[in-house]
């Protein structure tokens, strides 16, 4: 594996790939890589003849300053994991490669995207996410963009993004990779404890409970019982939702036909946890 720690080397290095007709396939991560992250290096790897992987905690993504500074930091025993798993280049930049000197960015317009769930309990977040994935895009000009369905907004945002700015490359995304016992994969879950560890998949039961109990008609109750259920075991809850998965706008009354999510965002102490589920 290649490691590119400047930009310009980096867009160097893909340009003079692009123009021999390789194919390029782009993984943005925040390190503190688990097998969710692998997954999609995976399936890059299985449609691209070049796979490149970022690591760059993005500060300007985190709304919470304390997330930012407990975020995990793993980056030899990452690079060992990618190294395993095939990852042709890693770009590894210092903040100041991402934004030089001077950088400015003008808001994205993400409209109602921005307004709901993780937009409304995150105010700033998808703008950082916005900034910070433009700039790798130009510097990485991969065919294929890959995401993990983990972060539901995320990958709509960014779907916007990529139509928004023109930018030439195939959003894919990818499956929720979930532990044994159903939590989703995720580098906040080392921040942990073993309790926390166990209570955690409570996230998952619940969205299963909605999957299981969702039916035609008012979903007002359900929702309630499934925040109320959720509550019980000791988590402050930001949201249990369902939304049309098409574009996120919150459903209050189900007609049986329409695709929908169930998403959830709670904390289990200082550890703010997400996770959805398709219900249909
Ligand atoms: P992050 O490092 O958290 O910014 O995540 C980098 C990419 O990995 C994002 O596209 C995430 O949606 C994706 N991802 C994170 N966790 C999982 C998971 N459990 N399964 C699949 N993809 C994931």
Redesign the pocket.
């Known amino acids: 594996m290649i490691i590119f720690k400047t930009a310009a080397t980096l867009t160097a290095f893909v340009n003079k790939a692009k123009t021999a007709g390789t194919t390029v396939g782009f993984?943005?991560?925040?390190?503190?890589?688990?097998?969710?992250?692998i997954?999609?290096i995976r399936q890059s790897k299985t449609e691209n003849e070049l796979t490149v992987c970022s690591?760059f905690v993005?500060p300007t993504q985190f709304n919470n300053p304390d997330d930012f500074k407990k975020y995990p930091i793993t980056i030899e025993t990452d690079i060992n994991l990618l190294e395993q798993w095939g990852c042709d280049v890693l770009f590894l930049p210092a903040a100041d490669e991402i934004y030089p000197p001077g950088y400015t960015s003008t808001p994205y317009d993400l409209g109602y995207l921005e307004t709901v769930l993780e937009g409304e309990y995150r105010p700033g977040h998808f703008q950082g996410v916005c900034q910070v994935v433009d700039r790798l895009l130009t510097i990485v000009m991969p065919g294929r963009l890959?995401?993990?369905?983990?972060?539901f907004q995320?990958?709509m945002v960014?779907a916007k993004l990529v139509e928004m700015m023109k930018i030439d490359t195939s959003v894919i995304i990818?499956?929720?990779?979930?532990e044994t016992d159903g939590l989703?994969?995720?580098?906040?879950n080392t921040r942990l404890n073993d309790d926390e560890r166990k209570l955690a998949t409570k996230i998952y039961e619940t969205l299963s409970l909605v999957k299981n109990e969702i039916k035609k008609g008012p979903l007002k109750e359900l929702k309630e019982k499934a925040g109320t259920y959720l509550s019980s075991f000791g988590f402050k809850t930001d949201y249990v939702e369902i939304a049309d998965a098409s574009n996120l706008t919150l459903t209050d009354n189900w007609d049986g036909e329409k695709k929908l999510v169930v998403l959830i965002a709670a904390y289990l102490h200082d550890v703010r946890l997400i996770d959805n589920l398709i219900l249909n």
């Open positions: 993984v943005p991560t925040m390190g503190a890589l688990h097998n969710g992250h997954s999609l690591i993005n890959y995401l993990g369905q983990k972060d995320q990958c960014l990818c499956p929720t990779l979930r989703a994969m995720s580098s906040r």
